[in-house]
């Protein structure tokens, strides 16, 4: 539906008909005040309305538009010759764009057709947007308790701002998982999310990653590199483990924070940023401020608005459907049916009191879940895997008490290889190590003198360790 709204009723009968014969429906006003008054109801697509009317012109109308909340609503400005200027200011107040009369009728129409499959196109980003929102916080971060009620909408809460955001929590707890349903649920979500592992960088490396370089500002410096910063521009930028950037890389991140300005190495050119942090950390921060490791006045640049994640052994009600979730998505990628979880083997799972957290029990269940083959998963699968538990005999072809932990680490490599008939790729990312790291492993074990069991010698596995179907019972013994 369109609003036209001009005070001449030659002009705004004319034009009503030539949108009709496009095929538009078309709702005609004599007066801004009352166009008002319907369009709250939400009904219309567009506006078009004249900007010199007497009472309420159209610079009014646009503005009392916008401050009853219809801030998505497109308007068009028609102007006479000698007011394209008073046009041009107010579209910097919300109109979409503008038409200079006289027009004729293919030009308003192709316009009409712009400017409605554009807002076509905003709300259907809106809307893909929306979803990836309700993905993060519908299907990712799982769990009925309170706390993670709580969780969830102090999440949706925080994205509509755009001020900095300190996610704490003990690793494993899923904070990179809340920073992103962060972004994904503001309006920053059209610009790129960047991440940074602060604690993986020496400093000199992590000034560049964060800032970028010119070219020839240090050695091995060959060309011009952009920052997370410049590149993060619109977006949003995820500081992980915040507390390891040395103290003095915090004067400058402080400055970012506070002048939204930089410089890049090797550069006295100021830089405007508009983009939001979004920090995370393991540590009390306070605590290392006390230490003299972390600025205070950071700090407190960065907890605007702080958020907590609890651990695990605080919402043990939630584990059983985080397993069911995790069992779910390990049965889509290796096509298998879903194993069940026996009732002994979640109570140890509830009773244990995950030092990892959440990474932890998605590594065990995917570690019981090779080695289950195509049956269930039962106490005896997990309870070796529990620090501090009573392990129980046999679950990879030894007893644990006794041995260490390279020949726990060869058995389990060595069973993984079984369940998926040597198949390298399938399992490194099983184990959750490289499939270069699997080789090394490999080869070396191999030149020690490890070799498969009789029954299955003669398959193209052994002595190549290659890709290969071998018997599922099939051990390495030295």
Known sequence: MIAVIDDQELLRDSLAQTLKRAGYKVTTFSDGQVALGTMRSGSFDLVITDLKMPGLDGVEFLRRLRSSGLIDLPVIMMTAYGTVATAVEAMKLGAYDYIQKPFEADQIEVLVARVLRENELQRENEALRQSVSDFYLGKELIGRVKTMDQLRAQIVHLAKSDATVLVEGESGTGKELVSRAIHAGSPRARRPMLCLNCAALSESLLESELFGHEKGAFTGADKLRKGRFELADGGTLLLDEISEIPMTLQAKLLRVLQEKQFERVGSSTTRDVNVRVIATTNRDLRQWIAQGKFRGDLYYRLSVLPIHIPPLRER???????????????????????????????????????????????????????????????????????????????????????????????????????????????????????????????????????????????????????????????????
């Open 316 to 478: 043990r009600e939630d584990i059983p459907m985080l397993v069911e979730y995790f069992l779910e998505k390990l049965a889509r990628r290796d096509g298998r049916s879903q194993a069940n979880l026996s009732r002994a083997a979640t109570q140890l799972l509830i009773a244990y009191h995950w030092p990892g957290n959440v990474r932890e029990l998605e590594n065990l269940i995917e570690r019981a879940w090779v080695l289950s083959g195509d049956g269930g998963i039962n106490e005896e699968l997990i309870e070796p895997w529990l620090s501090g538990a009573e392990p129980a005999e046999n679950v990879i072809g030894m007893s644990r008490p006794g041995h260490l932990m390279e020949d726990m680490e060869r058995e389990l490599i060595f069973k993984t290889l079984t369940r998926f008939g040597g198949h390298r790729a399938r399992t490194a990312k099983a184990l959750g190590i490289g499939l270069r790291t699997l080789g090394l492993k490999l080869k070396r074990w191999q030149e020690e003198g490890f070799a498969l069991e009789p029954a299955v010698q003669e398959s193209e596995f052994a002595g190549a360790l290659s890709s290969a179907t071998f018997a599922p019972e099939a051990q390495f013994v030295r």
